[in-house]
């Protein structure tokens, strides 16, 4: 996807502050954070949301999960907790159409959001 910011952030057309990175994933963090720590996991393949999801990215999503655990674990906030936030389509508040997962954690976050 050629005209994708995370694809270009992923090839390294973009810079981003990196957090982890492997041959299936990439996180960094958000350029606008919403949190003291908010981290961005999205999958090296282009996929639009989860709603495009297919059961051959079942692998994908479950090793972005397992590495959330360990990034927040990395980042000091797993005693204190954290949010996993994805946002899909218009309504879900979807900005950018590369399938991504936020990690958000360093404060209480009320639910429902205000
Ligand atoms: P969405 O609203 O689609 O769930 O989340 C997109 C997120 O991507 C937003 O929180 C936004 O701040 C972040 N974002 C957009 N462009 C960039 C960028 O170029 N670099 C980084 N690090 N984050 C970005
Ligand atoms: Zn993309």
Redesign the pocket.
């Known amino acids: 996807m050629d005209s994708c910011?995370?694809c270009k952030?992923i090839k390294g057309e973009?810079p981003?502050?990196k957090v982890y990175e492997d041959e299936k994933i990439l996180a960094?963090?958000?350029?606008?954070?919403?949190a003291p720590v908010?981290i961005?996991i999205i999958p090296k393949k282009h996929i639009e949301s989860l709603s495009t999801l297919e059961e051959d990215d079942k692998d994908v999503i479950s090793h972005i999960f397992i590495k959330a655990k360990e990034i927040g674990e990395k980042m000091g906030i797993a005693q204190s907790g954290y949010r996993i936030?994805?946002?899909c389509g218009v309504d879900?508040?979807?900005?950018?159409?590369h399938m991504?997962f936020?990690i958000l954690g360093g404060r209480s976050l009320q639910w429902p959001p205000g």
């Open positions: 910011i995370f952030i973009i981003c502050n960094f963090k958000d350029i606008s954070p919403e908010h961005l936030v994805n946002n879900g508040g979807q900005t950018v159409s991504h936020h």
